[in-house]
């Protein structure tokens, strides 16, 4: 986030203002005096102004252990949604980033916070998502080897980029893979475009943000201040 646009929304102060404080001295981040309204701040930085600490108010980070069964949505006609599983005082402000399909089952982020949320969703941030995919079938070696390189989906014009996949375990029919798109049911239909199923979908990371183990699905908590600044 632009540093005036921190300052106006940690205070209430007019732009203007802000930018008038900003080239006037009064403002440091981290202990360093910044004169640039235009400065990058993360959640994880300290901006002082005038000497006092300022924060953004109410801006909220949340992983969820998503069950099958809930659609990535803040509302749906059909459907469960993961905002029903909070019990917070208000989700009317929350937003989804990275969703996840229906019988998807694993790690889903929710903020209030667009900046944030934009940089875990932007393909150009390319932030990594790790899943443990299991196949209908056991994976061939040369399917295995395609999906590294990339692979071309039904309805795009060109491969996908390299993933990473490694095999959990000896039947090599569970795998963990790691992209860094987000096409549409884009793990499945990689899958499909070497002749597989997916029979079962847990995402275990987004970056730096792996799924707390002890959060049975269902469950929640509030993002630590390191998990926050990971996503950058």
């Not at 646009?5 to 009064?26: D, E, M, N, P, Y």
Request: overall charge neutral; charged content about 25%.
């Amino acid at each position: 986030m632009r540093l005036d646009k921190f300052i106006c929304h940690s205070t209430g102060l007019s732009r203007q203002a802000t930018q008038r404080a900003v080239r006037a001295g009064a403002v440091l981040v981290n202990g360093v005096l910044v004169k640039k309204a235009d400065h990058k701040v993360m959640a994880s930085d300290v901006v002082k102004l005038d000497g006092e600490t300022i924060v953004l108010p109410g801006f909220r980070y949340i992983m969820l252990n998503k069950p099958s069964g809930y659609i990535c949505a803040n509302r749906d006609g059909e459907h469960p949604v993961v905002l029903d599983l909070l019990r917070e005082d208000s989700v009317g402000d929350l937003q989804i980033a990275g969703r996840l399909d229906l019988d998807t089952t694993g790690l889903v982020l929710i903020t209030n916070d667009g900046d944030w949320n934009h940089r875990v969703t932007a393909p150009s941030r390319l932030c990594c998502k790790t899943y443990c995919v299991t196949l209908s079938e056991p994976l061939l070696s040369v399917a295995a080897e395609q999906l590294r390189a990339g692979v071309l989906l039904t309805g795009e014009k060109k491969l996908t980029q390299p993933a990473t996949l490694s095999f959990i375990d000896n039947d090599l029919a569970q795998v963990r893979l790691s992209i860094h798109e987000g096409k549409y049911h884009q793990v499945k239909r990689m899958f499909a475009a070497v002749g597989n199923h997916v029979a079962a979908l847990h995402r275990e990371s987004i970056g730096d943000i792996t799924l707390d183990p002890a959060l049975l699905p269902g469950q929640y908590r509030a993002l630590t201040e390191r998990e926050i600044a990971s996503i950058r």
